[in-house]
């Protein structure tokens, strides 16, 4: 079983990014071995909205996207194949996000760090940001139509007719400064799930090669006591 950690400390916050290694076809089976591995896991069904769910136990949330916690002894997961994994550390709590597309036009980040503040008592100044390995631009090519979700920065000329590159991560980081977090809080891995095809699972690379059959790897923050 292989994980992947930032090269950058991490505040308040313990994490690991899974990779293909340990990744089984049942995501079921998945949480089982982590759990023997790292203690008790909260995950969801995710479902490409903006649910946002307290994590008080060990479990499934159903229908929910982001995960948020104040419990020390719990591991919050987020599963992901293309998607931005975001995990949020601060003093009082953690949350783990799952940031599609959708998710973020629908401001799944932003509302999560209100629930930090609202309901956990957080400040965006002691809050600090990691993204997991996601698709990249160069990679991450969507039809035209979804410039109309956000700026045009994030944005780039395709090859073909009538489509653009995408800067999903770069969506999610500038929309958390926007939320408040400070700029030099935010980190990215800068990993590729579609690049790095030895390491990690990839929705798109999986699609393109005809088969309709992917995996999932699983991004995880425990607050520390």
């Known amino acids: 079983m292989k994980f992947i950690e930032a090269d950058i400390p991490f505040p308040y ?3 690991a990014f899974g990779t293909k290694e340990g990744s089984h076809d ?3 089976e998945t949480i089982r071995d982590y759990t023997e591995l790292l203690g008790p896991i909260a995950h969801m069904r995710q479902v490409h909205g903006d649910r946002i769910v307290y994590a008080g136990e060990p479990r499934v949330y159903p229908e929910a996207d982001a995960l948020v916690t104040d419990r020390p002894d719990l591991w919050l997961a987020v599963k992901t194949a293309d998607c931005v994994p975001v995990l949020l550390s601060c003093p009082q ?4 996000v799952h940031c599609g597309w959708r998710g973020l036009q629908q401001d799944i980040l932003k509302k999560t760090i209100d629930v930090l503040q609202n309901d956990l008592g957080v ?27 956000f700026p045009e920065k994030f944005f780039r000329a395709s090859d073909k007719e009538g489509h653009s590159r995408l800067d999903i ?3 999610a980081a500038w929309q ?3 939320a408040g977090l400070i700029d030099l809080n935010v980190h990215d891995t800068r990993h590729c799930t579609f690049d790095k095809v030895d390491t990690f699972n990839s929705h798109r690379r ?3 090669s005809g088969d309709e059959d992917y995996n999932v790897q699983l991004s995880l923050i425990k607050r520390q006591s």
């Open 13 to 15: 916050a313990d994490h």
């Open 206 to 208: 999986t699609k393109e």
């Open 176 to 178: 958390a400064t926007r």
């Open 93 to 96: 709590a953690v949350a783990a």
């Open 123 to 149: 400040r965006t100044a002691d809050m600090h940001m990691l993204i997991g390995p996601c698709i990249r631009q160069h990679n991450y090519e969507v039809e035209d139509e979804f410039r109309k979700h």
């Open 26 to 28: 049942n995501v079921e």
């Open 169 to 171: 991560a770069g969506v």
